[in-house]
């Protein structure tokens, strides 16, 4: 069986009334005020931890002039890959010269209806298949190059976390290497496959991707910029029992006993109580003496 939690005597089967044979203490309601207590000191410190993840979210958004601007140059990107990245152009004797260019939705479109098993074919070739795996390379180069762009868009939701000054310049790094890699490669399959087909097909790069690469730069140098600035994160002062929740923090891994700290929280409570009387009492004087 039990025992009383105030006086400790074991308590047997017949003990069925709700006080205790021997100190008479309440058994149901014993320690309720205490209990309660507790769970209003987990509740706030819980809110308190909440409500910096808010601010770190609203300053990653709206923290300064400069994390506005990066919004907009997050998109810009975006926006720069619907330009004509490239062209591929075909000729010769009894054909139609033709020009295809290349932007974020041809690449789209080209990936989600191709064809890997003639593209695989294509690249064993040994009379094309250089050029191909150029090709290849090439296209998966700036979808990675798109996905990390996306990515870096998502993770400004926690930009001013513990690791997101460092995450978003990652991200950016790794979206102008891919970049970098398809250019080339994209430049080597135009040779190459000119060098085959000499008077029918040929490539070259679009003003798109210098557009893209001024976005890449620009949003990278404000990263950057924003990294070397600090943390410009506005907290909310949250309380505990009205005592900071950063220094009930610090008392509970001190190891201070929970009643002490509930009387520094009275105490608080009280000064705040205090202190909120004496400030209306003066804005009545104030009052009175302008009547």
């Known amino acids: 069986m039990a025992n009383c939690p105030k006086c400790g005597h074991k308590l047997t089967f017949f003990d069925w009334r709700p006080n205790c044979p021997k100190c008479g203490v309440n ?12 769970e209003a000191d987990s509740a706030e410190l819980e809110h308190a931890h909440l409500q910096k ?20 140059l997050s998109l810009l990107p975006i926006g720069a890959l619907m330009l004509p990245l490239a062209s591929v152009t075909f000729s010769g004797p009894m054909i139609e010269q033709t020009t295809k260019s290349i932007n974020a939705v041809e690449i789209y479109n080209l990936a989600s209806s191709l064809d890997f098993g003639a593209l695989f074919t294509m690249m064993g070739s040994k009379l094309v298949g250089s050029a191909f ?14 996905v990390f762009i996306i990515v ?18 990652v991200n950016n790094c790794i979206s102008i290497v891919t970049a970098i890699v398809s250019v080339i490669f994209f430049s080597r399959f135009a040779t190459q496959i000119n060098g085959v087909f000499p008077e029918f097909v040929s490539g070259k790069l679009g003003i798109g991707v210098i557009v893209y690469f001024v976005s ?3 949003l990278l140098g404000i990263n950057i910029l924003i990294a070397s600035k600090g943390d410009y994160v506005k907290y909310k002062q ?27 929280m ?26």
Request: proline share 2%; charged share 30%.
């Open 216 to 218: 890449l730069a620009l």
């Open 152 to 169: 870096g868009l998502f993770a400004l939701t926690s930009a001013c976390g513990p690791h997101g000054k460092g995450r978003n310049i």
């Open 266 to 291: 009275y105490e608080a409570l009280d000064k705040k109580k205090a202190e909120k009387e004496e400030a209306e009492r003066k804005k009545f004087e104030e009052k009175n003496a302008k009547n």
């Open 238 to 264: 949250c309380f505990v029992g009205g005592i900071p929740s950063e220094e009930y923090e610090k008392l509970v891994a001190d190891g201070v006993e929970i009643d002490k700290i509930h009387e520094m």
């Open 133 to 146: 795996t150029s090709y290849f390379i090439a296209l998966v180069g700036i979808l990675l190059s798109l």
């Open 53 to 72: 993840k808010i601010d770190r979210l609203k300053a990653s958004f709206v923290g300064s002039p400069l994390a506005i601007a990066r919004i907009f």
């Open 27 to 38: 058994l149901v309601y014993y320690g309720l005020d205490e209990k309660l207590m507790d």
